[in-house]
Nanobody, 121 residues
Framework: QVQLVESGGGLVQPGGSLRLSCVAS????????VGWYRQAAPGKQRELVA????????NYADSVKGRFTISEDNAKNTVLLQMSSLKPEDTAVYYC??????????????WGQGTQVTVSS
């Protein structure tokens, strides 16, 4: 079993910055990919924000390129999302996810509980 716990959300003014953190714990030996999705409102589709693979390749939604940066601290099993130049349309619940392996098999994708980011003046 794998647990993901996010932190760092909150209220910020347009143009401001926030850093989200996600810590993974539990029984896994490696990670195929980790990243962030967001959901703007209940019933709306969850959309990809950013991902980073085991090899270090990153992928960003067009809407956040140049403003958000994803990184990871493997020693701490932590993935970070640095968000800058925030816009009201970035308001959403942000979910951390990870695709994990045990020593013998792929475990699958796990999700955090979500953290609210609100961009408003």
């Amino acid at each position: 079993q794998v647990q993901l716990v996010e932190s760092g959300g909150g209220l910020v003014q347009p143009g401001g910055s926030l850093r989200l953190s996600c810590v993974a714990s539990g029984s896994f030996s490696s990670i195929n990919a980790v990243g962030w999705y967001r959901q703007a409102a209940p019933g709306k589709q969850r959309e990809l924000v950013a991902t980073i693979t085991r090899s270090g390749d990153t992928n960003y939604a067009d809407s956040v390129k140049g403003r958000f940066t994803i990184s990871e601290d493997n020693a701490k099993n932590t993935v970070l999302l640095q968000m800058s130049s925030l816009k009201p349309e970035d308001t959403a619940v942000y979910y951390c996810y990870g695709d994990f392996n045990s020593l013998f098999r792929r475990l699958g994708v796990y999700w955090g509980q979500g953290t609210q980011v609100t961009v408003s003046s």
